[in-house]
């Protein structure tokens, strides 16, 4: 799987477990991403395809290394251009 596919399975699994905001958005947890039995399967380096839809603007999060336990509360946002792009 390439990194293009890869963000746009990591768009399906946001759209899945996060939450609908207002605005159009997305939000799901890091914990709930890294915790997640089907991400398991689907991602063998999910924190590396986080940093690449980072870079294309696809999600925003704070900071730029996501470890598991000391990063689960980090929010990450699925922003509304690319939550209507995945439906």
């Known amino acids: 799987m390439n990194v293009e596919e890869e963000v746009g399975r990591l768009k399906e699994e946001i759209l899945r477990l996060g939450k609908r905001k207002d605005d159009g958005s997305y939000q799901v947890t890091f914990g709930e991403l890294f915790n997640d039995d089907r991400c398991a399967n689907i991602f063998e380096a999910l924190v590396g395809t986080l940093r690449a839809a980072k870079k294309r ?11 598991q336990g000391v990063h689960d509360n980090v929010v ?3 922003k509304p251009e690319a939550a209507g792009s995945a439906v």
């Open 76 to 78: 990450i946002t699925l």
């Open 57 to 67: 603007k696809i999600v925003t999060y704070d900071g730029e290394l996501l470890l």
